[in-house]
């Protein structure tokens, strides 16, 4: 079992940044994809961004591409996600997820979830 916990998020104006966090609770975490993903009110989740477990490899969601950037640090159990030219329509709950797999994360199929954490960006 990994706990993940996103402390972090907040509210900030459009155009504006802010770095989310998740910490894993168990070392196992190196050996794991992470990813983050968000859902908006009134719709899906959706996916935001994939790092594999040694974070050589990245993946965006196009809306995010070039303002995120999704990054890790195995040593300290941690993922970050660096949200810039941040937009009204980023405005959500995000979730970090961990998979065995990092495919299976960018389906939204990973095997644990964090509880979410708000982030709202101001017009």
């Known amino acids: 079992q990994v706990q993940l916990v996103e402390p972090g998020g907040g509210l900030v104006q459009a155009g504006g940044f802010l770095r989310l966090s998740c910490a894993a609770s168990?070392?196992?975490?190196?050996?794991?994809?992470m990813g983050w993903f968000r859902q908006a009110p009134g719709k899906e989740r959706e996916f935001v961004a994939t790092?594999?477990?040694?974070?050589?490899?990245?993946y965006y969601a196009d809306s995010v591409k070039g303002r995120f950037t999704i990054s890790r640090d195995n040593a300290k159990m941690t993922v970050y996600l660096q949200m810039n030219s941040l937009k009204p329509e980023d405005t959500a709950v995000y979730y970090c997820?961990?998979?065995?797999?990092?495919?299976?994360?960018?389906?939204?199929?990973?095997?644990?979830w964090g509880q979410g954490t708000q982030v709202t960006v101001s017009s």
């Open positions: 997820a961990a998979g065995r797999v990092m495919g299976t994360v960018l389906a939204g199929k990973g095997d644990y």
């Open positions: 168990r070392r196992t975490f190196s050996n794991y994809a």
């Open positions: 790092i594999s477990w040694s974070g050589g490899n990245t």
